[in-house]
């Protein structure tokens, strides 16, 4: 095997999932292919999440010696804090009416959440561009989040390209002078953008202003 391809396969293995015995899960992070009956699927493990979902299926109904795989989402942090998104909604409305961003971070030895501004190269009602926080060893990116100005929340082409690589959650703030501003939230794993349905009530409750601004 030539050097370059023993070196990209070890960067993303590919394990078959045994028929007569469960798949150990991923204990160190990082990705892997897994080989099942039921198509490929990646696998993805920060120190804040574990995520298995389907990316192929076989196109022809041949029988292969593998066992099935399960898409499985494991949040090993817990919930998102909703006074953090609280926090993020001021430093958007703060902005208006340009865009702004932060991070939220999770710190696996300190077991806590906390809000991380971003360095802003510039800014204006339609675009943002920032440089990325650099983290401690036992940080990691949970979610990235961004406002919209007074636009509604959504994902845009160009949220798509910046969102391909990361795992991560990724949260824009829409319609951000109203009373209960607008919110759109997904799951980013590789390629893998899943739009997520329902935001929880309380990040509602915590970005609402008491009064709209002006």
């Not at 703060?94 to 959440?113: C, K, L, Y």
Request: one cysteine or more.
């Amino acid at each position: 095997m030539h050097p370059m391809d023993r070196t990209l396969q070890q960067s993303l293995p590919t394990v078959m999932a045994p028929r007569f015995a469960e798949l150990s899960p991923l204990e160190a992070n990082g990705e892997r292919l897994i080989a099942a009956a039921n198509g490929i699927f990646l696998e993805a493990r920060r120190p804040w999440i574990r995520i298995v979902r389907r990316i192929a299926e076989y196109r022809v109904p041949t029988d292969v010696p593998y066992g099935a795989v399960e898409e499985t989402t494991d949040l090993l942090c817990g919930r998102i804090p909703a006074d953090l998104v609280g926090d993020f909604a001021k430093l958007a409305a703060d902005a208006m009416p340009n865009e702004v961003g932060a991070w939220i971070v999770w710190n696996s030895e300190g077991t806590r959440f906390s809000l991380v501004p971003v360095k802003i190269l510039s800014h204006g009602p339609g675009h943002l561009d920032y440089e990325r926080p650099k983290l401690a060893p036992a940080e990691s990116l949970v979610m990235d989040l961004h406002s919209h100005g007074r636009l509604p929340a959504f994902f845009s082409t160009t949220d798509n390209a910046d969102d391909r690589y990361d795992v991560k959650f990724a949260f824009v703030l829409g319609n951000c002078t109203a009373a209960t501003p607008s919110m759109a939230l997904r799951l980013c794993a590789k390629g893998i953008l899943e739009e997520v349905e329902r935001i929880p009530a309380e990040w509602y409750r915590a970005a609402r202003r008491e009064e709209p601004a002006v």
